[in-house]
């Protein structure tokens, strides 16, 4: 069975002790770690594959629970119209979206992710889920299993109205279809009966309606007069959303804003809420809803700057929370360790400038354990430990910036970047070596990338939305108004 050692290199372990090995060593053998410790102690078999991380670090490989699909190749388009961004690019999504686009998506987004360090990935398809044909799931996951990463694929209903417009590309020519709910269920159930598990259990699916309480603000907080009972769409969609995740024992993913948690919470039975399941955002949520996280055990993911998400209140409650990077655009990244830092940032200024608020330590708890936990996979990853599976990043730290060679956590917390990740390895397979990627050709996939974006732009008209960056004015100003892209709805 192939072995590997990683040796010579400083290991933050992210185990129970939160074990740093000076000049340690992690072999593996197969998909799983089979030790861990210092390099006198772990020491290589005949036939292993050594691997010298002398002034490098060893660390589990770091989790991303929370993207969106697409973004990739739609960044930057509408970044400075944000109040009218979600209202152009979801249309888009909904209509001008090939198989190509999403299997081009996983490709960019995959070789982001992999040459930052980020292992595993939960990659929403679209902004607001798109289930209609099961194929854009499922190349989506193709290319994420083709650069050898791990990928939770989530899918699920939109939101109201329902049925709801979707433009389809199956041929040369775009045709119109109105899905209903249901369909968009079937259409759920089949990438889980397609892809979930697959490749040796490295894709994996989750359910995701677009928010828990479809019959309030999708995007927003909110009021109590606005969020007072669950309609019949509310309850039927927690019902069917519970009955499917149930049949084939997948988890559930959506986000939550004020108000939905308290009216989800009125149908217990059925409610999106507990340990199987994380939502993302939680603006504005009250001390009430604070509270039926903690006594549901429900997980909770955060993207900076998030500046109304309650992270510490809930943190005290005893709710899981882990940083997520909440896709890459319209100006975001997929950058893990820089989100980490963006996010300890903004929590300091946001508790009145106090910087004792997240330790390094606690931030890095954040994208390795902490989010291996959220998604449910705390058993097999985010952390190096005997008998886990075996993905691991090494970060090279002998550069100006990570200098001088002390306090490992504090320096790849406040200085390093996915730039400094050298070599990856999932599943106990190096797929990231010295930099280059070994499974893909990076430049062809990147070529396919930029040819589907540009696609994308032609068939949606969004040449208006391509501005120019706004030399010489300090406030952004158009010389015309913004048009929404003039899609069926």
């Known amino acids: 069975m192939p072995a590997t050692l990683f040796t010579n290199g400083t290991v933050i372990t992210m185990d129970p002790d939160r074990r740093i090995i000076e000049d340690g060593a992690v072999r593996v053998v197969g998909d799983r ?84 360090g980020v292992t595993t990935s939960l990659s929403i398809i679209s902004s607001m889920p798109r289930s209609d044909d099961p194929e854009f799931a499922i190349q989506h996951a193709k290319a994420y299993g083709e650069i050898g990463l791990r990928e939770v694929v989530s899918v699920g209903p939109a939101g109201l109205p329902w049925p709801r417009r979707v433009t389809r590309w199956d041929t040369s020519a775009a045709v119109l279809h109105e899905v209903s709910f249901a369909e968009m269920m079937d259409g759920t159930e089949a990438v889980i009966q397609s892809i979930n598990g697959a490749r040796d259990g490295r894709t994996s699916v989750y359910v995701t309606p677009f928010t828990i309480v479809p019959s309030l603000d999708p995007s927003n907080m909110s009021t109590p007069d606005q969020a007072v009972s669950l309609t019949k769409d509310d309850r039927d969609q927690a019902r069917m959303v519970r009955e499917l995740a149930r049949k084939y024992g997948v988890r559930l993913h959506s986000d939550a804003f004020a108000g939905q948690i308290r009216l989800a919470y009125q149908d217990k039975e059925n409610a999106l809420l507990g340990p199987d399941i994380h939502l993302q955002h939680c603006w504005g949520i009250s001390h009430e809803e604070i509270d039926i996280l903690a006594e549901t055990g429900t997980h909770v993911t955060h993207a900076p700057p998030g500046r109304s998400t309650p992270v510490i209140e809930m943190m005290a409650r005893g709710v899981s929370l882990a940083v997520t990077s909440d896709g890459t655009a319209p100006s975001r990244y997929f950058d893990m360790l820089q989100t980490a830092r963006n996010f300890q940032s903004t929590q300091h200024v946001l508790r009145n400038h106090d910087r004792y608020y997240f330790p390094p330590g606690k931030v890095l708890e954040m994208i390795t354990i902490d989010a291996a936990r959220t998604l449910g996979m705390e058993d097999d990853i985010g952390s190096l430990e005997t008998g886990k599976k075996a993905d691991i990043a090494i970060i090279d730290m002998n ?91």
């Not at 910036?401 to 397979?429: C, K, S």
């Open 399 to 489: 550069k100006a910036h990570l200098t001088p060679n002390w306090l490992p956590v504090h320096r790849l917390i406040h200085q390093a970047t996915g730039g400094d990740v050298e070599t990856v390895m999932v599943d106990g397979e190096i797929l990231l070596k010295n930099h280059r990627v070994l499974r893909v050709d990076a430049d062809t996939a990147l070529e396919l990338g930029n040819a589907e974006a540009q696609a994308l732009v032609k068939r949606s008209d969004l040449q208006q939305h391509l501005h120019a960056p706004g030399w010489g004015q300090v406030y952004r100003t158009f010389d015309t108004k913004v048009d929404l892209p003039k899609f069926p709805v």
């Open 33 to 116: 770690i089979a030790q861990v410790g210092s390099s006198a102690e772990v020491t290589a078999a005949p036939d292993d594959e050594v691997i010298d991380c002398c002034k490098k670090l060893i660390i589990p490989g770091l989790i991303d629970a929370h993207g969106h699909a697409g973004h990739c190749l739609i960044r930057s388009i509408a970044a400075d119209t944000n109040p009218l961004w979600m209202k152009i690019v979801t249309p888009v999504y909904y209509h001008s979206t090939t198989r190509e686009f999403w299997y081009a998506d996983g490709l960019v987004s995959g070789l982001e992710r992999l040459k930052s």
